[in-house]
T-cell receptor
Framework: QQQVKQSPQSLIVQKGGISIINCAYE??????FPWYQQFPGKGPALLIA?????SEKKEGRFTISFNKSAKQFSLHIMDSQPGDSATYFC???????????FGTGTSLTVIP | EPEVTQTPSHQVTQMGQEVILRCVPI?????FYWYRQILGQKVEFLVS????????KSEIFDDQFSVERPDGSNFTLKIRSTKLEDSAMYFC?????????????FGPGTRLTVL
């Protein structure tokens, strides 16, 4: 069972544009939703995370939008830069557990 | 900034051989994890470890896998008899606390190639 579904698989955006990556989850017990950024040859690094008691969280150019009723959450990267080119993974977990369920990843390319 | 380190960066082995992947978690962290990522696929949880015991494990973590904290700094993943399908990137992670609200810090990974 695929707990977290992520789309698109790849995304190409012009510099300065908005990158949007979407995730949907199945398990209503999930209550922690992190986004990880992974550069080639590196491990995933936490970018931003949200809990379901808020609908939006913003950190700099990165925003998570969360729709609890639709069981969906998305990452928005404003003013995308070539340095943002990486693979982005959404994930979900249950508070009392420690296992992260990852999405399949989105390869983002920002063209100068 | 403290970081999780992993060795080797790339391991090539023959099918049926045993491999040990090594990790040094962040020094004040108490919870340790192994994940794997088959090329082009999602990151999958294998096992979590605390206080010298397995806390949680996934269906992937069968009897061929074992984990150990042999000393105060290293955390190892052993695959007893490797299969072709074990070829993947293996990530070690650590966190300070047993809560999904606490960030899991990932190492750079070990790429395992089984021939």
């Amino acid at each position: 069972q695929q707990q977290v579904k992520q789309s698109p698989q790849s995304l190409i955006v012009q510099k300065g544009g908005i990158s949007i990556i979407n995730c949907a989850y199945e398990n209503t017990a999930f209550d922690y939703f992190p986004w990880y950024q992974q550069f080639p040859g590196k491990g995933p690094a936490l970018l931003i995370a949200i809990r379901p008691d808020v609908s939006e969280k913003k950190e700099g150019r990165f925003t998570i939008s969360f729709n609890k009723s639709a069981k969906q959450f998305s990452l928005h990267i404003m003013d995308s830069q070539p340095g943002d080119s990486a693979t982005y993974f959404c994930a979900a977990s249950i508070n009392t557990g420690n296992q992260f369920y990852f999405g399949t990843g989105t390869s983002l390319t920002v063209i100068p | 900034e403290p970081e999780v380190t992993q060795t080797p960066s790339h391991q090539v082995t023959q099918m049926g051989q045993e491999v040990i992947l090594r990790c040094v978690p962040i020094s004040n962290h108490l919870y340790f994890y192994w994940y794997r990522q088959i090329l082009g696929q999602k990151v999958e949880f294998l096992v979590s470890f605390y206080n010298n015991e397995i806390s949680e494990k996934s269906e992937i973590f069968d009897d061929q896998f074992s984990v150990e904290r042999p000393d105060g700094s290293n955390f190892t993943l052993k695959i007893r008899s490797t299969k072709l399908e074990d070829s993947a990137m293996y990530f070690c992670a650590s966190s300070q606390d047993y809560s999904s609200y606490n960030e899991q810090f990932f190492g750079p990974g070990t790429r395992l190639t089984v021939l």
